[in-house]
């Protein structure tokens, strides 16, 4: 059943596309668990290909292994120019090969699995991560820690998961090994109705400011204890503050290392604009698929104007795009880490220059 349905979309794809418009291909969830994300995907690179004169081959992703072989056999059929989405590593793992013989760059969104841009550089797969690295989160937090919060009396909250744990270990790592080490490190117990027992401890050791690698409702509660027991406290925590703003509203003031909200931006404006126009909200994956349709687009102006591989066009070259500007370095990178600072304002995480309330 898959099978015919992937061939199908392939005829039809090989057939819209003999016009004389380039084709890219879309790999996304149509279904299951990741159906939401599928459609931003498809949204995003659907306006953003219409604008650019490109026709678009979209093909299901089931995230089952085995399943990216014949993902890439279609998208090769089709002879498409560039692919965008991926979602998931296991397809990744078994289209690369195929996609490399054919010389069509992949643009995953997602995927932050270090082993599979080890494997790609290693293979000289045609891979290229439009989302942040594993370590980008760490990095940023540990720049912005070593230029702000020197002098500083801090702290380091990890909340006992794997994710949270290791990030904790990265930025300290790393601090230590500029000379700056935390006053006080701890485990908190998370998902629980308060934290007043934490803030007391944070405020004896004297501390006036911490990292916090937990949830976004634990970082609340804290933030919230803190605030009822009198302790000012500098309060920064990472990506996972990219939540909802509930059950426990957020402190105005809590600090956070993520990517912006680039629907506020001022380069995607006109990107924001259009996907409005078809009634298509620009969240999630919906900009950086508009994004990366828009690098595909001028990669397959300069293949024709350079005759060169698009996979070697694709490193140092600057797109611009509804995200800002995209250069990929030679390990097939983002070359700048997109986390930024940013605070809490009540309604919303806006840029701030220094990471002190």
């Known amino acids: ?68 072989g014949a993902i890439a056999d279609g998208l090769v059929a089709a002879k498409v120019s560039v692919v965008v989405g991926f979602l998931c590593t296991e397809t990744l793992q078994d289209a690369l090969p195929t996609l490399k013989n054919s010389a069509i760059p992949a643009i995953t969104l997602s995927s932050r699995a270090p082993g599979l841009m080890e494997d790609t550089l290693k293979r000289g797969w045609p891979l290229f ?38 990030l904790v270990d990265r930025i300290r790592s790393k601090l230590e090994e500029s000379g700056l080490k935390p006053t006080f490190t701890d485990t908190m117990r998370p998902a629980q109705e308060q934290q007043v027992a934490l803030v007391r401890r944070l405020s004896r050791t004297g501390i006036t400011h911490v990292f916090i690698a937990a949830e976004r409702n634990d970082v609340s509660i804290i933030a919230r204890d803190a605030v009822a027991e009198k302790v000012a406290i500098t309060i920064l925590s990472g990506d996972t503050m990219r939540a909802a703003n509930a059950p426990v509203p957020l402190q105005p003031g ?81 070359q700048t880490n997109p986390y930024r600072l940013q605070k809490w304002d009540g309604t919303a995480f806006v840029p701030v220059d220094r990471a002190e309330r």
């Open 1 to 68: 059943m898959y099978l015919f349905r992937l061939l199908t979309i392939v005829a039809c794809a090989g057939f819209a596309g003999t016009a004389s418009a380039a084709t890219i291909g879309v790999v996304a969830p149509q279904n299951g668990a990741y159906e939401m994300l599928g459609t931003q995907i498809r949204q995003g690179v659907k306006i953003a290909a219409a604008k650019a004169g490109l026709d678009v081959m979209e093909i299901h992703e089931s995230c089952e292994e085995g399943s990216g």
């Open 129 to 166: 991560r439009l989302g942040p690295s594993e370590g980008g989160e760490s990095q940023a937090a540990t720049d912005i820690m070593l230029r702000d919060w020197k002098g500083h009396s801090f702290g380091l909250i990890d909340d006992g998961t794997i994710y949270s744990r290791e």
């Open 254 to 334: 809590v600090l956070a290392i993520t990517t912006p909200d680039y629907a506020t931006l001022p380069f995607a404006a006109e990107a924001v604009k259009e996907l409005r126009a078809a009634n298509i909200e620009p969240e999630g994956y919906s900009l950086p698929a508009f994004a990366a349709t828009q690098i595909s687009a001028k990669l397959i102006e300069l293949v024709d104007a350079q005759d060169k591989p698009a996979p070697t066009l694709m490193i140092g070259t600057a797109f611009d795009t509804a995200i800002g500007q995209i250069v990929f370095n030679d390990r097939h990178e983002l």
